[in-house]
């Protein structure tokens, strides 16, 4: 193969001028070498060329004859000296950081670590075996692909409902989706699905990590794998595992094709995205891609012993996003997903590791800096995960401009609610009403929180109101992961010995959290498979459970199908009437020039809730949302609704009679979480009293004589 000088940038791998150029960054090495393999990987290269060139840190080559599908490694040579944090090592072939696709799964072997397992103070060892048959290899790819006009949706954050799911766990077990393609890219976007989340009402699915990711070696030992998918190594490489075709790269054009029917039908794509660590771990990790590469450019070192690493994120060590090539390297990712997967947006897993500068959290980090500038990240959707395991982490509501958040305040204070604390009715009410506490101070708006009761990351909401403790022993951790969240001890069911009673107490909780969600300003986001009452038998951290434990059951009895029916139901409802999804905060006091309010809170007896009253008597609540004269929030024709509607929920362990106020008219029942009523709505109503049960909630429509 003929080579030349080759260009420093795009980094990676881009085929031209009847070949291909390479460029990786490293300042620290002395050495570069590139190995290209055939499509089979025999395990030994056909061809080794040295990296001669280097611009900026970029070592860089054009090799003339290569073609997509053909595979290739870096080997990375400089010093080994672990103490200062360099870990150098020729003999381990490495993951390109760029790669756009990743030919396979490694094969854990002792080999694939820069150190000899078993030394004493192993990792400063020096491994000299070769692990080049252990690893898979970078895949080179093209971006040619026919995205017939296909436009992204560019739904607005007051339209959105998000379906945060899996590509595996969603249609692994649906018995209508072709064999080969169930548990991939192309099951997801099947027909199947596409009309199950149309038919739902969900405007965007929230996938859990794509990204080519590997499976810990403890984990393989004990049988089990990194299900959820937040062990990262490829930021531009979709996973192959959710390919339905061995052909290399063949990953790259079905997830393409994933996105484009789900857009033909108006549907989002958000990744969760991991760019706080990778799947190398700390200094006892093994030697794959960034640590070999330039171990002290892309980790953040402890400054005081540079052999550890600083973990803000509880999985060995946090990425340098302080470093330039670092940030380059997450923000060529984002660019790459927007510009040539043309995703929707991104939620970030553990953000507030995004923004540490030195130590702290900074709000107006370099990440952030970047981001807000940039014409194509700053035009998506960019939610948070506002936290990380390091001290100060906790930042829900001080992420800046543009951004959204997974609002764990609200999660917890919707909870508490539902589990009778009537000391929390105030932040219900505030959580409920947009969190404008939160999001009001700095220009945001309602839609900044991205509300939520359950999500992949604890109980499903049908576990939540049925275990009194957490059950993970398929973990085989001894049930000490996940949290300690006893949620369903004081949710009604213990007092019930009838199995049909405990159900029926059940599923009214299930549909009252699901009013709640609905019915709450910002934007909502269920749990896949909440809406059909999905179990995970009480594990409340299946991260590690690619089984019938985490995937969707699809044969779905009387129970489940009227559940999934309320929630399609509840779903159109909130997407109907506008005053759930408004724009700005509701100002609680007269409108302008009216003696009107746009909310009013409610006791039971009707009367308005003062504000020395509150938390003092009675958790039960209603709240009255004034409709008429909203700001137009009409998406592409949508007609505008602007009845009033009263919401009532009812946490008490007892029945609730609620007061309609005398200044109503046109009542009737939308919904509620009877399952008595079920199937009756819309239900007229000609009296000033409605009953809502224990642990029951309600929505009336109605228009005020004024």
């Not at 840190?57 to 010093?79: A, K, M």
Request: charged share 25%; with cysteine.
């Amino acid at each position: 193969m003929k080579t030349t000088l080759g260009r420093p940038y795009p980094q990676g791998v881009t085929l031209e001028n009847g070949g291909a150029n390479f460029a990786l960054y490293s300042e620290n090495a002395t050495a570069v070498t590139l190995e290209l393999y055939d499509r089979y990987d025999s395990g030994s290269p056909s061809e080794q060329i040295e990296l001669r060139e280097r611009d900026g840190f970029v070592w860089h080559i054009h090799v003339s004859g290569i073609e997509p599908g053909n595979l290739y490694g870096f080997r990375v040579d400089g010093p080994y000296n672990p103490s200062a944090g360099h870990r150098f090592n020729r003999n381990k072939l490495l993951m390109d950081p760029y790669a756009r696709a990743i030919s396979g799964v490694i094969e854990w072997n002792n080999d694939i670590f820069g150190y000899n397992l078993g030394d004493a103070d192993a990792d400063i060892s020096f491994n000299g075996n070769d692990d080049a048959r252990y690893v898979p290899k970078s895949v080179v790819s093209d971006n040619g692909f026919d995205w017939k006009g296909t436009k992204n949706p560019r739904l607005p954050w007051n339209r959105t409902v998000i379906y945060e799911t899996h590509v595996k766990g969603v249609t692994t077990l649906r018995r209508d989706i072709e064999q080969k393609w169930r548990g991939t890219y192309r099951g997801l976007a099947s027909p199947q699905m596409i009309g199950y989340f149309r038919d739902l009402g969900i405007s965007a699915v929230e996938l859990m990590p794509v990204h080519h990711r590997v499976d810990s070696r403890h984990l393989a030992d004990a049988g089990l794998v990194n299900y959820w998918g937040y062990n990262t190594i490829g930021f531009f490489a979709p996973d192959i595992r959710y390919a339905g075709t061995d052909v290399p790269g063949g990953q790259i054009r079905e997830f393409k094709e994933m996105v484009r029917s789900l857009h033909e039908n108006n549907i989002e794509v958000i990744l969760d995205v991991v760019y706080n660590h990778t799947a190398e771990g700390n200094h006892l990790g093994p030697t794959l891609s960034f640590r070999g590469i330039d171990n002290a450019v892309y980790y953040r070192l402890d400054p005081r012993e540079p052999r550890y690493y600083a973990d803000f994120t509880g999985t060995g060590n946090s990425l340098n996003v302080r470093h330039p090539q670092t940030l380059q390297l997450i923000m060529d990712s984002l660019r790459y997903w927007i510009l040539e997967m043309h995703v929707d947006g991104f939620r970030f897993d553990l953000a507030s590791t995004l923004a540490r500068e030195l130590y702290d959290v900074e709000r107006l980090s370099s990440f952030f800096d970047v981001i807000h500038q940039d014409p194509v990240i700053s035009r998506v959707k960019l939610i948070a995960e506002p936290w990380d395991v390091g001290p100060g982490g906790y930042q829900v509501g001080r992420f800046p401009i543009l951004w959204a958040e997974w609002n764990g305040k609200y999660r917890d204070a919707v909870r508490h609610y539902w589990k009778h604390d009537v000391h929390n009715l105030g932040e219900f009410a505030t959580r409920i009403s947009g969190s404008q506490d939160l999001y009001g101070i700095d220009g945001r708006r309602p839609n900044a929180s991205i509300n939520y009761v359950t999500s992949h990351d604890g109980f499903t909401l049908l576990d939540m109101v049925s275990y009194a403790r957490k059950h993970n022993e398929a973990n085989m951790e001894d049930s000490r992961d996940g949290t300690d969240d006893n949620i369903s001890e004081n949710f009604g069911v213990e007092g019930a010995t009838d199995d049909r009673r405990i159900n029926e107490l059940r599923m009214r909780r299930v549909r009252s959290f699901l009013i709640t969600l609905l019915t709450s300003q910002g934007v909502p986001m269920i749990l896949g498979g909440d809406e059909i009452g999905r179990t995970q038998l009480g594990n409340n951290n299946a991260y590690c459970q690619d089984n019938d434990v985490s995937w969707y059951g699809w044969e779905l009895d009387e129970r489940r199908r009227k559940l999934l029916e309320f929630t399609r139901r509840m779903i159109h409802i909130r997407l109907r009437y506008h005053v759930l999804r408004r724009r700005k905060f509701f100002m609680g006091a007269p409108l302008p020039g009216t003696q009107v309010k746009d909310i009013i809170w409610m006791k039971p007896d009707g009367s308005e809730i003062l504000s020395e009253e509150w938390g003092n008597g009675t958790a039960a609540l209603a709240a009255l949302l004034y409709g008429k004269g909203m700001e137009d929030i009409g998406y592409r024709g949508e007609e505008v609704l602007e009845d009033d509607l009263m919401l009532l929920f009812n946490p008490e362990r007892v029945p609730v009679e609620f007061t309609i106020p005398a200044d109503w008219s046109s009542q009737e029942v939308l919904i509620d979480s009877e399952e008595s009523n079920q199937h009756r709505y819309p239900i007229p109503m000609d009296w000033k009293k409605l009953t809502v049960e224990a642990g029951g909630a309600a929505i009336l429509r109605g228009r005020r004589n004024l």
